[in-house]
């Protein structure tokens, strides 16, 4: 079965430090998108992308956040300068175009910032 | 804005009893609804998903919710608990007043299952 595949599966830096998520998503979606889960908390919507653009962002999508297609398999989240709060589960995931489509995530990048 | 509403943080029940994990949706227009459970250190898979077929939705590992509209709610149910459902377990709407693709989360309930 396809699968949504990330890397580094667990990556640990530093305050300050620039973080890029990696993720192949299932190749005939379109749809593109990143959850993050804080230890212990529910999973929040940060962004989705669609033609080559954000098509939608929540307010934890600040400045310090980007995310790119860099090619035509890869979707990457980019943290500029982490913070202590960064700390938490990044979910990749991706869907086809039709509204009630399954959304398929990742196993998940989790991320450590001391 | 469109959310749902997980009653009870933690579920316990014995192994062999009924599964009942509550949700709760906020939209005037019928959105797309899903459950998804996320075991220890990983990552979450969908158990089934209403997008305005049938009512009463059968999903994997026996479990299967009701739309309500009446009620605004999708619980989720299974008749005989087994120690491998231990897992937490989220509800999630999407479509709906919003009319996006992005899902919004419950707060997930973790469930225990006794032996």
Known sequence: EPEVTQTPSHQVTQMGQEVILRCVPISNHLYFYWYRQILGQKVEFLVSFYNNEISEKSEIFDDQFSVERPDGSNFTLKIRSTKLEDSAMYFCASSEISPGNTIYFGEGSWLTVV | ?115
């Open chain 2, 1 to 115: 804005a469109q959310s749902v509403t997980q009653l009870g943080s933690h579920v316990s029940v014995s192994e062999g009893a009924l599964v009942l994990l509550r949700c709760n949706y906020s939209s005037s227009v019928p959105p797309y609804l899903f459950w998804y459970v996320q075991y220890p250190n990983q990552g979450l898979q969908l158990l089934l998903k209403y997008t305005s077929a049938a009512t009463l939705v059968k999903g994997i590992n026996g479990f299967e919710a009701e739309f309500k509209k009446s009620e605004t709610s999708f619980h989720l149910t299974k008749p005989s608990a087994h120690m491998s459902d231990a897992a937490e377990y989220f509800c999630a709407v999407s479509g709906g007043n919003s009319g996006t693709y992005k899902y919004i989360f419950g707060t997930g309930t973790r469930l225990k299952v006794l032996a």
